[in-house]
């Protein structure tokens, strides 16, 4: 599946990853 | 991340224990996708505390009124009482209790909950809290 890039803000901390478009925002499943 | 405090409970968004704040919303991140929080600010419970390390009002609530038992709801749950008591500084234990519906604790039966986030809306008003009259 194809990844796609996310930009979010946690805790007033930037953050880029590529996900799976699947994959859920649990952090603690280490999507992000 | 490794930000390991949000907990997977049971994946259905019934239980609140994912509960995190998504641009001012309590959502259960078990089922938002990664992909719609782009561009979104969250906040999760190692959120909560200020930079220096001293405990935001609720988890000091929580600490001094033993509203936890085992702890698995509690990151859920303060972060959800966070986003009430920014929407209701000053709430019944009522609207407590409705407000934090959507969370489910196995341990405590609620009562110290309801206690702790009582306080700490006295705390962040700057107010003494005060027991209802029986």
Redesign the interface.
Known sequence: MAE?E???????KT?E?K?E?????????G?? | MSLTGTHIGCDTTHCGACTVDLDGKSVKSCTVFAVQANGAEVLTIEGMAAPDGALHALQHAFRETHALQCGFCTPGMIVRASRLLKENNNPTEEEIRFGISGNLCRCTGYQNIVTAILHAAAALRDTPYQEAAE
């Open positions: 796609v996310v930009t979010l803000k946690v805790n007033g953050v990853a996900v478009p699947r994959l859920l925002l649990v952090i603690s499943y999507s992000i």
